[in-house]
């Protein structure tokens, strides 16, 4: 059931993603007070600007569904390209770069500077968070890469220590 829910919003995100995607070639943009509205302005200011990131957080997006989904998936779920598929995924973070557009929305609608700095501090501490989240997660990678590393050996120690195996919670903090 869960894995069904999962599947289903995997897709609908890449799916939004996707059409977002090919409809930033379109969309306008402010250049000295003027909106851009040419299509060949429009298209070169997104390929300068956020393209290649979204191309390929997509291909990545649309290549971890094709090899989960297919006849390929006894290949995808080898530990090696699972892996890879999730350190893949987390670079769907870099989204969180469009943010800035959203604090000028909330210009719009409140006249306070304080809220809109407060927004702006909430938004960089959630940053440094997620930043600090995305490092933790590539160093778990890295020593879990092999049999013998970091992981496992405090694995080990854990084990002889307290006799018990320690939590996802434990490796995580210790990352």
Not at 66 to 84: D, E, M, P, Q, W
Not at 103 to 129: D, H, M, P, Y
Request: glycine letters at 6%; a positive charge.
């Amino acid at each position: 059931k869960d894995s069904v829910f999962l599947e289903v919003t995997g897709i609908c995100c890449t799916v939004w993603w996707t059409n977002d995607m090919l409809l930033s070639f379109f969309r306008g943009f402010q250049s000295h007070g003027v909106v851009e509205m040419r299509l060949q302005r429009t298209c070169c200011a997104y390929l300068k600007g956020f393209f290649l990131i979204d191309f390929i957080l997509v291909v990545t997006d649309w290549t971890t569904f094709v090899l989960s989904s297919t006849a390929l998936s006894g290949l995808a779920r080898s530990a090696k390209a699972l892996r890879f598929a999730r350190v893949m995924r987390l670079l769907r973070m870099l989204r969180i770069g469009r943010m800035p557009k959203l604090f000028g929305a909330l210009r719009v609608f409140t006249e306070s500077e304080l809220s809109v700095v407060s927004a702006k501090i909430t938004a960089w501490i959630v940053g440094v968070l997620l930043l600090n989240h995305m490092v933790a997660c590539l160093w778990f990678f890295l020593g879990n890469f092999n049999k013998r590393g970091w992981v496992t050996e405090e694995k080990d120690k854990y084990v002889l220590k307290y006799d018990t195996q320690p939590s996802n919670f434990y490796l995580y903090t210790t990352s």
